[in-house]
């Protein structure tokens, strides 16, 4: 596994981090054994950078997996507080729930614009005072947006971003690919930690994986890359991939026979866009969100690319 400096952080951090997201009850609904196995399987394999948020309600699937491991691991967290006290609360909640005196780094969470990072100054103050206090190590924001990559590279109080970043652009809000790798690039130029998410444009690029991949492990301007895994298999292909080694064919197997679903997240807003543009019908709004119609839907995915929120997902 390659391992990289974060920025300017000084945090060590594998090329592949630990998406959690899927290990949670917003998704796979694990037991906390079970899901604490799978993250263990990926320390066990060389991962030492997680990534999560209080959103996702799974803190105790990371900290039960912690207390299994003598490895130092790094954790990101973050919180939508916007608050002084708000933050507060969260980071409180975070060091008590992962049972860890400091966290390595805490983020604001989806920053949608400029203005959305101004309306947080509160919460990022507070952040600046608990990193004076030794409580966490770093700063950062997690965002879809180019417009905030671009105004956090030249926030000092931001050490890390977390952008979405993927070949066919799905889920960047504003601007187009081409304008997020440029902002991506300068922000790791002017020394951020970044790590990547949404490399799969959340499950929408499962059909072209190897393409997906190739694409983000060839950027140069990331020190690591967040894929979400929910399974031994998934582990096993993710860590293969990123050691550049073949990929288990009864893996790949399994993995390319599993029964996926499109999901629609609860924070859909019912703007209709999916169904518009879905060919097949197999979406429409229903008591104010979208609905997907399993019988006609083909995962092909598409329909993310429409979505605003990103809330489309296939699992």
């Known amino acids: 596994m390659e391992y990289n400096i974060l920025g300017n952080t000084g945090l060590r951090v594998s090329y592949l981090c630990f998406g959690s997201l899927s290990i949670s009850p917003l998704q796979s609904k694990f037991s906390l054994e079970a899901g604490a196995d799978i993250i263990n399987l990926a320390i066990d394999c060389g991962v030492n950078f997680i990534d999560t948020a209080e959103f996702y309600q799974n803190y105790d699937y990371i900290s039960k997996a912690l207390k299994r491991t003598k490895k130092d691991i790094v954790i990101t967290t973050k919180s939508y507080a916007y608050t ?68 956090a590279s030249y926030m000092d109080e931001i050490e890390v971003i977390h952008p979405l970043i993927n070949f066919k652009g799905i889920g960047i809000k504003d601007g187009n690919l081409e304008e997020m790798e440029k902002a991506i690039q300068a922000a ?23 393409q997906a991949f190739s694409y983000i492990l060839s950027f140069p301007y990331t020190h690591s890359i967040a894929v979400g895994m929910k399974s031994y298999d998934e582990v096993a292909e993710n860590i293969a991939i990123f050691e550049r080694r073949p990929i288990e064919p009864s893996v790949e197997e399994r993995l390319s026979s599993q029964k996926r679903e499109l999901l629609i997240e609860d924070w859909c807003a019912g703007c209709g866009e999916c169904a518009r543009h879905c060919r097949y019908g197999a979406l429409e709004v229903k008591g104010g969100r979208s609905m997907v119609n399993p019988n006609k839907c083909i995962l092909c995915g598409y329909c993310a690319g429409y979505c605003p929120e990103f809330c489309i997902k296939i699992v």
Not at 113 to 125: D, F, I, M, N, Y
Not at 188 to 210: F, P
Request: proline content about 0%; some cysteine; charged content about 30%.
């Open 84 to 151: 002084y006290d708000g933050m507060k609360n969260s980071v409180e909640k975070a060091r008590r729930e992962l049972d860890r005196d400091v966290i390595d780094i805490f983020m604001l969470h989806e920053q949608e614009s400029r203005l959305t990072l101004k309306g947080h100054r509160e919460a990022l103050e507070y952040l600046q005072n608990a990193k004076a206090k030794g409580q966490i190590k770093a700063i950062g924001v997690s965002t879809h947006t180019v417009e905030v990559v671009n105004a």
């Open 188 to 210: 790791y130029e002017n020394g951020k930690g970044i790590y990547a998410m949404k490399a799969l444009g959340g499950g929408n690029l499962i059909g072209c994986k190897q």
